[in-house]
């Protein structure tokens, strides 16, 4: 059965900061619907009606260009330890660019990753947890850090040339044009 609640809560922060993985979801009106899962420590809750996660440059830039659209975001955590539990925030959010306004503030509360591009400030509108029964028990191993050292080896004039021809969604709504953080330490802990 599910829960609902205005805001996060101390329990829904504890289960939140287990969870190695985290689902992104956001649509726009004429696009396909966009899922992503994340990884790394890459989720903040900073009060109970407001999250952030750190995004790092992949293979497109779809969160972005639906939330400059629309604005809807639903973040899912799963527990795949016990108890079982799914905890969903839906909320608004916005891309924060290094170059912007309220980009210090954000950027503090994370440490930056080589291929860092922008932070995604969301407002909590409400929280939904459900019981999760249907969900696997699984076992955590160890961050995959091919994506970090990716961005950490390659030429950032290369890159930079890549990505400034795309600016659009894979729907064809635009995007803000992004950079990425291209200093930082590299992990040396083989995939």
Known sequence: ???????LNDKHEAMIAAQPVFFVATAAEGARINLSPKGYDAFRVLSPTRVAY????????????HLLADGRI???FCNFQQPAQILRIYGRGEPVLP???????????FTLLPGTRQIFDI???????????GVPLMDFDKERLTLVKAHAQSDPVEWAGKHKRRRESIDGLPTRQTDRFIAGTMPNEAD
């Open 54 to 65: 750190l995004d790092l440059g992949g293979s497109g830039n779809e969160t972005n260009a």
């Open 123 to 133: 407002t909590v509108e409400s929280v939904q947890t459900s019981c999760g029964w």
């Open 99 to 109: 170059w912007e306004r309220g980009w210090d503030e954000l950027a503090e509360h």
């Open 74 to 76: 639903t973040l899912m």
């Open 1 to 7: 059965m599910a829960d609902f609640f205005d805001k």
